[in-house]
């Protein structure tokens, strides 16, 4: 099996790219869905304890806790020497099972994949681009982001410049969806002949 490593910067169309990867069959493992899901379970007590009011009935209130880690790397280290070794656990089964199903290619959707080092863990890496324009006018419509809150977000993250070079492959999503199916077609019959390359 073939895994494929699913990133790109704010606003570029990655989840929706993560989505027609599925449509196409593709298991997905989604990194955001399962930190949202150990923020209301196994990790909440533990954030607690290291960031004391950051919850609320049982579950991290992302709210309270984002304003203490957006702009300290030592809080924002604590935070993923939490986070890390129970995302972890769930990327080893959710690859065993995708292993198991006899799929011949799996994606793993990384928001900070090149970031966190995440390329040396996959087989090859798609990176999710459009234009500055359209990502920039993509992620102000978004409920309460502001132009500042975007330009931190922003800051964090490896330049998309930068991605597009390192990537294996990239998706352009600024024409529309079928013009990305035609790309994750291609990605995939291409993805099989690859060798493979992570430990």
Not at 83 to 97: I, S, T
Not at 143 to 154: F, N, R
Request: charged share 30%.
């Amino acid at each position: 099996m073939r895994v494929l490593g699913l990133t790109g910067s704010i606003g570029m169309g990655k989840s929706t790219t993560a989505k027609l990867f599925m449509e196409a069959g593709v298991p997905v493992y989604d990194a955001d869905a399962t930190v949202h899901m150990i923020y209301e379970g196994e990790a909440a007590p533990l954030i607690e304890a290291a960031f004391p009011g950051t919850t609320v009935n049982g579950k991290v209130d992302r709210a309270k806790l984002s304003p203490l880690v957006v702009h300290d790397a030592a809080a924002m280290k604590k935070l993923e020497q939490i986070v890390h070794p129970l995302l972890g656990a769930y990327h080893r089964k959710f690859l065993d099972d995708a292993e198991k199903s006899g799929a011949p290619v799996a994606v793993v959707d990384v928001p900070l994949l090149y970031e966190t080092g995440g390329e040396k863990r996959v087989d090859a890496v798609v990176v999710v681009s459009t234009n500055p324009e359209q990502q920039r006018e993509r992620i102000l419509a978004r409920e309460g982001m502001t132009a500042e809150k975007l330009d931190a977000i922003l800051a964090r993250q490896l330049p998309d410049a930068e991605k597009r070079k390192r990537a294996d492959f990239v998706v352009d999503t600024s024409n529309g969806l079928d013009p990305v199916r035609e790309q994750i077609r291609e990605i995939l019959a291409e993805a099989v002949k690859m060798p493979q390359r992570r430990p």
